[in-house]
């Protein structure tokens, strides 16, 4: 099985994760800084790190309202899936994030950590339990 890729896409930041190669276990990989809406740049940045890591496969967070109605964030990841598609041939997979930043905030706070250290990994962390919950649905 090869690698895969989770992102939770922000309007300023990308948190990536990405899985071992056996497809069991997410991690964090690093967190995309972009200027605001510049979602040109952070998709070629995701493309560089696909290729790097020869990821095919890709797990976007698909922010949705509680009832399921698709908003205007939605709509950005769902752009931002045509955006990665027309630049490679990507598996791009659309995952209901729905309170994944809630439980990253709730768990980091449990563990005291500093507000920094909340606010610079939060984005990655979310990554992270978006891609573990594929990873887990998966199996």
């Not at 990821?55 to 205007?72: A, Q, R, S």
């Not at 994030?97 to 768990?107: C, D, G, I, K």
């Not at 980091?108 to 573990?132: P, S, T």
Request: charged share 30%.
């Amino acid at each position: 099985m090869a690698k895969v890729l989770g992102l939770d896409l922000g309007s300023r930041t990308c948190g990536v994760a990405i899985s071992d190669i056996s497809g069991i276990l997410a991690r964090v990989y690093e967190t995309i800084r972009f200027n605001d809406d510049d979602y040109e740049t952070c998709a070629n940045k995701v493309v560089e790190i696909c290729l790097k890591e020869k990821v095919t496969d890709i797990v976007l967070g698909m922010p949705k309202h509680m009832n399921g109605d698709v908003g205007i964030r939605g709509q950005i990841s769902l752009d931002f899936k045509a955006k990665l598609l027309e630049k490679h041939p990507f598996n791009v997979i659309l995952w209901d994030e729905r309170l994944s930043s809630v439980a990253v905030n709730r768990a980091m706070i449990d563990g005291n950590m500093r507000r920094e250290f909340r606010k610079e990994h939060k984005d990655e962390l979310a990554a992270v339990v978006i891609l573990q919950g594929y990873l887990d649905f998966k199996r």
